[in-house]
């Protein structure tokens, strides 16, 4: 089975850098994703990390250590339109995407 | 390029009704997932098929939840009976490559409210 855990909510203010953490159990790791959902729409991709190390795109950046079943999301320079969900999930064996239940984040002015 | 299509995009029903979900994947695509993902949640697999075969449905309640995928495409997602745990948002997802290395593309979703 596959088991996720992340912070249920973090507050930020804009401008500045958050990191969002996640770790996780699986039988059969092929990968991990984070994805962003605004309320009320669907979840939308930001990135994939399958080898140890920091991949970036942008404003956001995502780390990946398998030995320790962790990974992390950065955002930089915050702006207001960052306020969403971040899910992580997990692909494990028999190419199955789970999902975490998301980190809510807010961002102050 | 057009998306995933789902519809409805609202629906709203008594228990022990039923109820059906449309889904047109990105042209293509020959991985289709469903997800239901109650509120405060995260997405939580259902079905997955591959093509029109099924490859993982070890979360779809099959007393009540049934899916087909006809001629490797559109995809429904029936709910009969209906429970009012089931009110959530139903995801329709599709990816080229499969979740192993491929970004999976959402549909804007069908959110039930079982009253």
């Known amino acids: 089975g596959q088991n996720i855990d992340q912070p249920t909510e973090m507050t930020a203010t804009e401008g500045a850098i958050v990191q969002i953490n996640c770790t996780y159990q699986?039988?059969?790791?092929?990968?991990l994703f984070w994805y962003q959902q605004h309320a009320g729409e669907a979840p939308t991709f930001l990135s994939y990390n399958v080898l140890d190390g920091l991949e970036e795109k942008g404003r956001f950046s995502s780390f990946l250590s398998r030995s320790k079943g962790y990974s992390y999301l950065l955002l930089k320079e915050l702006q207001m339109k960052d306020s969403a969900s971040y899910l992580c999930a997990v692909t494990g064996g028999g190419n199955k995407l789970t999902f975490g239940t998301g980190t809510q984040l807010k961002v102050e002015l | 390029e057009a998306g995933v299509a789902q519809s409805p995009r609202y629906k709203i029903i008594e228990k022990r009704q039923s109820v059906a979900f449309w889904c047109n994947p990105i042209?293509?695509?020959?991985?289709l997932y469903w997800y239901q993902q109650i509120l405060g949640q995260g997405p939580k697999l259902l079905i997955q098929?591959?093509?029109?075969?099924?490859?993982?449905d070890s979360q779809l309640p099959k007393d009540r939840f049934s899916a087909e995928r006809l001629k490797g495409v559109d995809s429904t997602l029936k709910i009969q009976p209906a429970k009012l745990e089931d009110s959530a948002v139903y995801l329709c997802?599709?990816?080229?490559?499969?979740?192993?290395?491929?970004?999976?593309?959402f549909g804007e979703g069908s959110r039930l409210t079982v009253l």
């Open positions: 699986t039988s059969g790791f092929n990968g």
């Open positions: 042209s293509g695509h020959a991985t």
């Open positions: 997802a599709s990816s080229d490559r499969g979740a192993y290395t491929g970004e999976l593309f």
């Open positions: 098929f591959q093509n029109n075969g099924v490859v993982d």
